[in-house]
């Protein structure tokens, strides 16, 4: 069983930072690219950061300059790292990664539960 925990939203000021994490648990052989999506209410989901197993990287263009997506050297974990949080960046945060699992040969999407971000003073 593979499962996807986010931590570390919260509440800040305008101009704050915050710093979330994806840990994946389970029999993983291994993550291939792993993804940060945000949902504000009323809004589609929309892809905020991507990191591929190359450790190349990509963004929505409203977080350029703010926000950097990382991972840990055993590759499980994802980060991001929000800086100069705008009101606008107020959603619920999810992590999406591509797991092969146990002793399948192909890659599965799988979810986190969110954790809610909210910037405002």
């Known amino acids: 069983q593979v499962q996807l925990v986010e931590s570390g939203g919260g509440l800040v000021q305008p101009g704050g930072s915050l710093r979330l994490s994806c840990a994946a648990s389970?029999?993983?052989?291994?993550?291939?690219?792993m993804v940060w999506y945000r949902q504000a209410p009323g809004k589609q989901r929309e892809r905020v950061a991507t990191?591929?197993?190359?450790?190349?990287?990509n963004y929505v263009d409203s977080v350029k300059g703010r926000f950097t997506i990382s991972r840990d050297n055993a590759g499980n974990t994802v980060y991001l790292q929000m800086n100069s949080l705008k009101p606008e960046d107020t959603a619920v945060y999810y992590c999406?990664?591509?797991?092969?699992?146990?002793?399948?040969?192909?890659?599965?999407?799988?979810w986190g539960r969110g954790t809610q971000v909210t910037v405002s003073s």
């Open positions: 999406n990664a591509d797991i092969r699992s146990g002793s399948t040969l192909y890659y599965t999407p799988y």
């Open positions: 389970g029999t993983i052989s291994s993550i291939n690219t």
């Open positions: 990191i591929f197993s190359s450790g190349r990287t």
